[in-house]
C-alpha cells in the first residue's frame, strides 16, 4: 500500500493527493499516468501524474468526485490543469517559450494558478461566467495567441472531450500541430482488456498504451470504448 502523505481541497470535489511512492517518482515524466485502487479489489483508476518530486519521493495526483468510487478516492475528469502542469514545466526547461492558457467554468473551480505561471514563460486565465480575469472560454484565448504569436509550433490540450475537440477543430484552421491526451476508462493498463480502445483515422487504438497522448491535427480521433474525459 502507498501512503497519502499530504491532501488538499482545491475546489468543491476536487482534491490533490501527494502520494509517497519512490520507485514510481524516479522514472515519473511529463505524461505518464498510474493506475490506482483503493484496495485489492478496488476499481482500477488511471490518473494523470501531475506532478513528483523524486528526491522525496512522492507523486501528485489531482481528481475531481464523480460518484460512487472517487466519493472513497478519485476519477480525474475536467482538471486538465493538472496533467498539462508537468508537460509545461518540461517544455519552458528544455527552453522553449512557453504560453499557457487555463480556464474554469467559474473562479471557484480554477486551481494552480501559481503553479502554472511558474511553469510557463506567459499564462493566460479565463472563466467561463467571467467571475474571474475575463469571461469566455479557452479557445477564446487560444485564438488570440494564435493570431499573437506567429511563430507557434505546438498546441498541448488536456481536458473534457468537447473542450478538446474546439481546440482541435481551432488549430486545425491553422495547421497548428497539437496534441490531446484521451484518459478513457482503463482496466488493465496493458492494452489487453480493449476497454479504453478509441477510433483514430478509422483504426482502433488503445489509450493506455498508444496514448494517451494523441496527434490530434493529423488524426480525427474518437472515444469507441467505455468513456473519456
Not at 517559450?97 to 480554477?110: F, Q, Y
Amino acid at each position: 500500500m502507498y501512503r497519502i502523505t499530504r491532501k488538499v481541497a482545491l475546489a468543491p470535489t476536487l482534491n490533490q493527493f501527494e502520494i509517497e511512492a519512490p520507485l514510481v517518482s524516479r522514472k515519473a515524466a511529463p505524461g505518464q499516468f498510474i493506475i490506482l485502487r483503493i484496495h485489492d479489489q478496488g476499481e482500477r483508476i488511471p490518473l494523470t501524474i501531475a506532478d513528483f518530486d523524486k528526491g522525496k519521493g512522492t507523486i501528485t495526483c489531482v481528481f475531481q468526485e464523480v460518484g460512487k468510487t472517487t466519493s472513497v478516492v478519485c476519477v480525474g475528469g475536467g482538471v486538465g490543469v493538472a496533467p498539462v502542469h508537468p508537460i509545461a514545466r518540461a517544455l519552458k526547461q528544455a527552453g522553449n517559450e512557453v504560453v499557457g492558457i487555463i480556464g474554469a467554468r467559474t473562479k471557484e473551480l480554477l486551481f494552480w494558478e501559481d503553479k502554472m505561471r511558474a511553469a510557463c514563460s506567459e499564462l493566460r486565465v479565463t472563466t467561463d461566467d467571467g467571475s474571474y480575469v475575463r469571461k469566455g472560454f479557452v479557445t477564446d484565448v487560444l485564438r488570440e495567441v494564435i493570431e499573437e504569436k506567429k511563430d507557434l509550433g505546438l498546441c498541448v490540450a488536456i481536458g473534457p472531450l468537447p473542450m478538446m475537440r474546439a481546440v482541435s477543430n481551432l488549430t486545425r484552421e491553422y495547421g497548428l500541430k497539437t496534441i490531446v491526451s484521451l484518459n478513457s476508462i482503463m482496466v488493465d493498463g496493458t492494452g489487453m482488456c480493449g476497454c479504453c480502445r478509441v477510433t483514430v483515422d478509422g483504426k482502433t487504438r488503445f489509450a493506455c498504451v498508444d496514448g494517451p497522448d494523441l496527434d490530434r491535427i493529423n488524426h480525427r480521433c474518437s472515444c469507441s470504448g467505455g468513456g473519456g474525459k
